[in-house]
Each structure stands twice: as C-alpha cells, then as structure tokens.
C-alpha cells in the first residue's frame, strides 16, 4: 500500500532552516509528481511546492519562493523541502501529497489545489518562533 512519511519538522527560530524529508514506499516512486502543502487552522491548506517526476520542473508559491527548496531523489524514493530564512508564518503542519502520473499540470491548476493527490502521509509539525 502507498505509504507516505513526513519527518523534520520542528522547532525553529526566525531566519532559521529546516529540511523536511518525505519517505515514499508502495508505488513506483520516479513516475509520480510530489507536492508539499502545509496546513494552519486560520488559513487554510496552501500549496508550497511541487516537482515533477524526474526532477527537472518545480512549482513554488508565492509566499516560498526564494527561501524554500524542493528535490527529490528518485533512487531513495524521498522527496526533500529545504526551508531557509524562515517566518513566523511558516508555522504549519506540512505535507508530501502523491501527485499525478508525470507532470504537475499548469501552475495555476497546481496552486490551486485543482491536481489531484491521491494519498497524503501524517504530516510533520513546524513551529517558528523566538
């Protein structure tokens, strides 16, 4: 069965870093687009990143771009955010969606959750804060 575990998060102080790291088991990991999206009470799920299945194409939201990172390395069947100069509004818990078969769809499908991700792992908690 698809399986998908989040680890990483945690505690970070602002203009701190993070790598969140997403193990991925049960499908054939190099053929699938990944996503990561996070989830706060007040806002919403929003769509931080995505990346294509072989790597070459990646999606970032507005509010990321510049300070986060998504990669994947298709031999340890693991997708990877690096997470830099963080904000106090990064706090969320943060997800690794499986994505379609290949692409990620049109930026604007993708941002706006139009894509369907098919299984979601637990999800791993980052705070920011001093």
């Known amino acids: 069965q698809v399986q998908l575990v989040e680890s990483g998060g945690g505690l970070a102080q602002p203009g701190g870093s993070l790598r969140l790291s997403c193990a991925a088991s049960?499908?054939?990991?190099?053929?699938?687009?990944m996503s990561w999206a996070r989830h706060t009470p007040g806002k919403g799920l929003e769509w931080v990143a995505g990346?294509?299945?072989?790597?070459?194409?990646?999606y970032y939201a507005d509010s990321v771009k510049g300070r986060f990172t998504i990669s994947r390395d298709n031999a340890k069947n693991t997708v990877y955010l690096q997470m830099n100069s963080l904000k106090p509004e990064d706090t969320a818990l943060y997800y690794c969606?499986?994505?379609?078969?290949?692409?990620?769809?049109?930026?604007?499908?993708?941002?706006?959750?139009?894509?369907?991700?098919?299984?979601w792992g637990q999800g791993t908690q980052v705070t920011v804060s001093s």
């Open positions: 969606p499986k994505g379609a078969e290949g692409g990620l769809g049109s930026f604007s499908d993708w941002s706006r959750g139009y894509i369907d991700h098919d299984y």
């Open positions: 049960g499908f054939t990991f190099s053929n699938y687009a």
């Open positions: 990346i294509v299945s072989d790597g070459s194409g990646t």
